[in-house]
């Protein structure tokens, strides 16, 4: 992994600089609030497969059109107009 990880709000990056993160060996976590409260996500890649860590799961991805699926599923990126 390449530096520290970087540190977003929910809908703060498209999907494609989240990506492009993840790609270069960077964690990104996100910021997401669900029923009041605050949590973080990690989402990661190690050069094989995508990773998002949620409070309550780990979904893995095998490729990046997945974890695009994922994180626009899931709000983590800003939404494409």
Same mark, same amino acid.
């Given at each position: 992994? @390449?530096?520290?990880? +970087? /540190? ?7 999907? $494609? ?5 993840? #790609? ?14 605050? @949590?973080?996500?990690? +989402? /990661? ?7 998002? $860590? ?5 979904? #893995? ?21």
């Amino acid at each position: 992994m @390449s530096g520290a990880p +970087l /540190r977003v709000s929910a809908g703060e990056l498209s999907a $494609d600089e989240i990506i492009d993160q993840l #790609r270069d060996g960077r964690r990104v976590l996100v910021t997401v609030e669900a029923y009041g409260s605050e @949590s973080e996500v990690a +989402l /990661r890649h190690d050069g094989e497969t995508f990773y998002c $860590d949620t409070p309550t799961r780990l979904h #893995r991805h095998d490729d990046e059109a997945g974890m695009r699926e994922c994180i626009a599923h899931m709000g983590y990126a800003r939404p494409e107009n």
